[in-house]
């Protein structure tokens, strides 16, 4: 999980990118995903890198495109479920907007396992969510994160990247 000059400089550029108040760039929360999976480490992986979008969202087609790329050794393969008992074993878990309400029901059937949630709702990082993206008022994408949360589920975020969060809990 080492950060060369090059991969923090994009990281906060990233994580500074503004986006149109009026539309959501997908296509950023997408990258932001990908990156946080860089930036995190499971205490095992075995064979493929999964992200399970729950629910509708655009971020699903965006994840799309990044599906079979490498994520630390590993082929990224991205699914997506409406249904908790399809959720499978993954490293991520997407929460769409629109499936908000399902977040106790996703803690319940993730609890023990190392199964990050990453929230597109703001806010639900103070409900058992790792991560959950923030629209400020500018415009600007931030992440708030769930460090023990995290720590619970025996996931590790780089200490470069959990700097360039919002960590309110």
């Not at 629910?55 to 997506?80: A, C, F, P, R």
């Not at 190392?114 to 639900?124: K, N, T, V």
Request: hydrophobic share 40%; aromatic share 8%.
């Amino acid at each position: 999980m080492k950060l060369s000059k090059l991969n923090l400089v994009l990281i906060a550029a990233l994580l500074s990118f503004t986006s149109k108040a009026q539309t959501t760039n997908y296509q950023v929360y997408s990258l932001y995903v990908v990156n946080i999976a860089k930036y995190s480490s499971w205490p095992a992986v075995n064979g493929e890198f999964n992200i399970t979008v729950f629910g509708k969202s655009k971020v699903y087609d965006e994840l799309l495109k990044q599906n079979g790329k490498n994520v630390n050794g590993h082929i990224l393969k991205v699914t997506q479920v409406e249904n908790v008992s399809d959720i499978g074993q993954p490293q991520i878990i997407y929460l769409a907007d629109g499936k908000s309400s399902a977040l106790d029901d996703i803690l319940k059937f993730t609890e023990g396992k190392s199964i990050m949630i990453i929230s597109e709702r703001e806010g639900l990082h103070k409900r058992g969510a790792g991560f959950s993206f923030v629209v400020m008022e500018n415009g600007t994408l931030r992440c708030d994160m769930n460090g023990t949360e995290l720590e619970k589920r025996q996931i590790k975020i780089s200490k470069n990247l959990s700097a360039l969060t919002n960590s309110s809990i």
